[in-house]
DNA sequence: GTTTTTGCAAACCATTTGCAGGGTC
DNA sequence: GACCCTGCAAATGGTTTGCAAAAAC
């Protein structure tokens, strides 16, 4: 995901490309895996950029209602983002670097329809969210090299 | 979900059986859907329990590690309790009354592996949310009789 | 020129923590 | 009696808000 994409979708959405909200979604678009509101603060301020704390927020919000980014709901329950492609899908996130990969939704759609008939309800909405290690922190870590799931 | 079993499960795991604790069991016990700390808390106070704010937090962290409750993060972004029977599942949660009912992991696991496979990931943990309506809600409701899944 | 955005700082609010007193085993 | 728990109240830390100035269209 480039600066581009998220400043078109902001601009297709029919917002104003200011400073504060072009400098974000370069800072946004470089993540590699997933990252707070106040991380992204954080960075801001070091970097000298002209982005308040509010704005932070108010920015990930639009871009979330865009669909630009997802937000994730770790275990620790700290609240994350992830840059993303398409409108719905779900992430496997690693917990050691913090990297996320999407997943089709593939067999879901089957099983969330299954679970409405089990169940009797109305399924409107779902989430689904992996945690473990991705390849690279899995090659780097010590101890038997067989892999379990 | 009954009091005894909750208390049970404290006592089983070395807890101090105290009257505080006796006091959430109950109230959680009683509870049809998804609950918040801060509404123990206030349920706990309106009915002149003796029960402080930190205390509600330090118990519910317990009953969560014994897998008597399990913490939702519902789409508003705040977090949820619901009493649970088995160690883990997940929920299908009602977005109008609160209800959750539990769901088995059914196809789920199969997915899961699938995604290990498909990603290179190795999947540790993984969590499934699901949101709508309940029968019983969904009755109550005006418009179409059609149902959509 | 009108409307949206921003930054700041204060307000909010859920959750955590330190600690002295009280309860349980 | 030793150790676990509790309440309180203060600290914390993420997130939101009010508002006047600044920027975008």
Redesign the pocket.
């Known amino acids: 995901m480039d600066t581009t994409s998220i400043v078109n979708a902001l ?1 297709g959405a029919g ?7 072009r400098a974000l979604a370069t800072l946004i678009a470089r993540r590699t895996g997933h990252f ?3 991380e992204l603060v954080d960075e801001a301020h070091a970097k000298r950029l ?6 932070v ?3 990930l ?1 639009v871009l979330e209602a865009l669909g630009a980014v997802e937000r994730l709901d770790l275990p620790s329950g700290d ?1 994350a983002y992830v840059v993303c492609r398409r409108a719905h899908h779900h992430h496997v996130v690693c917990s050691r670097c913090g990297r996320t990969s999407e997943i089709d939704d593939g067999g879901l759609r089957f099983l969330v329809s299954e679970i409405a008939r089990r169940t009797g309800y109305r399924v409107d909405d779902h989430r689904l969210e992996l945690f473990g290690l991705c390849p690279a922190c899995m090659a780097t870590l010590p101890g038997p090299t067989s892999v379990s799931a």
């Open positions: 601009d917002y104003r490309l200011t400073g504060p909200r707070t509101a106040t002209r982005v308040g704390r509010a704005t927020f108010r920015t919000e609240h």
